[in-house]
């Protein structure tokens, strides 16, 4: 197929790559590096605990050192345990710095940015914290080493914040501003020597230039970013902010009262929860970033939990102050003698009313604010549950009507299957029977009948074929032919992944039966591959061949039948579903099926879901905002035209994808 110019899928990876006597040398750099970092920080452990534990009268201490002395014996600390404390602290930031750039250096250290980013982490981390200081103290000889680390460390940080995520300088002139940074940074660093991490002028330069990098990052953002790129961004803030926000809580009751700096009790809770903590989150969530793993679950996070946490907060403050009301209601009637009774029945109330009133309050958000009409509890027990559970031929059960010698094939949320034989026409059939749990659940009976109805007036070699429909114990079910093979999710999992050619095959039957139901007005609404049936045929000339078989229209619509199922709580499958499904069932149309057939062939091709959330509400924003990705990054022999023709199906608005299943697939094979 030839890409039309101007719709050239893009690359995600715009920085460039290290292969050959470049890639080497990088790598054996970088790990001289850590040798050199580590090295360097395990010798300053010593040196920093013994400054800890001296006595600062026969030289002159840090401000670090001086909380370690300060105070000790009022809170019955003895100096050892409380140098150790904080020693420990500073050693797991650092090990969270060194593990991250570690882990991101040995998953993409051929990527020039990626690499870039791990020597940031490597030398910042190891030269942030006040060991370093002491070592110099007691061992001046290695300040020329801490300064080259700290230069590295610094500078990379100041390039970091002109260049990320793309690699390049934007505005191009912005490279003058990152040099100027460098050179004063690296004159702090000369002249502040061992003590530039108390030097105001260190952080006044940082400062400014953070401020001037900043600036640079909200310029890139607005302008220039591709919606990837902005993903990475916020991630990259998010740590930022927590670093920022966290840091400031621990620093106000200093302000507020400067005794309390002089407490090490103060510092032994600030450091962890308004120090340590936030330090480790900036590298982990450029991590995350960097790797592009679950990115945007970064809008979940920030967005969703943001407008949850506000409104969590304010119901809280409501019921508070309801709290206090029902209280003095209950005084009343049980007399103030029962002031414990009248509290636990206003606080028992109280508490029975808040959860659920919150839930109804983010089921208002997610509706009014977001435009998402899913049930979550029901997505949430649908994304956790098993498509369908094999069980060993032989599990002989009973009889349905005239069908025997049933076994259970599988079991859905939607009903169990049997595998049974028809004595009249001697041939085994597959039986659908409403699970026990739904007995007497008319929308269940319903939707069963309509799969009938549906499936009847269906007659096309690639759609499973209805023989009968029947009641056994009350309990509806229907009888179709028995497809002798095994769904594409089980071949999926057997094998990993399939070839082009071979998908291909397959997917022409399944578009086949799509087009031929949209003719017919019936839209399948859960294109999946566990209702893809696929068995083995005989062709003409005693060759082998397959038949793929779409099953399961238990929550189709169908416009040729005049009325329409009303469905409640979730309707098609989370990894698969179409963006206007989650917006509302009601304007679904055939293009929601060309939706989940791209996710599904963007599976097969690659062994993987294009969006991969652990969290629902994850995975929901996933397919309303999350731009397709190129199924090339997984699968490198893909032809381009397939996988732009993969991401034309999977276009977030129905206006932008192929108009019919057919279209799709000759696209695919072009």
Sequence with gaps: MKVPEGERIPKTDTTGRLNGFWLVLARSGWIALLILAVWLYLAAVPAHFRALTSDCDSRPCTPFELQAAVGVQSIGLTGSFVAWYFIAIDTLVTAVFLATAVLIFWRRSDNRMVLFTATMLLAIGATFGPEISSLIVLQPRLLPLLLLLQAIGWGA?????????????????????????????????????????FSRSFFAVLGLTMTLGSSAQIYRFRRVATPAQRQQTKWVSLGFVSLLGLTSIGIIPGLLSPAVMQSVLFHMIRVPLFAALPLSMLPLTLARSMLRHRLWDVDFIINRSLVYGIVSLLLAGVFLGAFFGLHTLTALVFGEEQDFLSAAVSAGAIVALFGPTRNMLRHTIDQRLYGIKLDYEEAAKAYSRPERVYFPTGNLTTTIGNYSELTLLGRGGMGEIYLGYDPRLERKVAIKLLPSHTAGNEDAERRLKREAQTVAGLKHPNIVTLHEIGEHAGQPYIVMEYIDGMDLSRLLRERGRLPLEEALSLLEDVASALDYAHQSGVIHRDIKPSNVMVEKVTASGGGQNTRAVL???????????????TQSGMIGTLDYIAPEQIQGAAGVDARADIYALGVMTFQLLTGRLPFEHNNPGAMVMAHLMQPQPDPRELAPNLPEGAALAIQRAMEKQPDGRFTTAGEFITAMGD
């Design 551 to 565: 099953m399961d229209f238990g929550v189709a619509k169908s416009y040729a039948a005049g009325t329409r199922l």
């Design 157 to 197: 940080l100041v390039i970091f914040l002109f260049v990320f995520p793309s690699g390049r300088f934007v505005p191009e002139w912005s490279k003058w501003l990152a040099g100027a940074s460098i050179l004063a940074l690296i004159w702090v660093l000369i002249d502040s020597g061992s003590k530039v991490y």
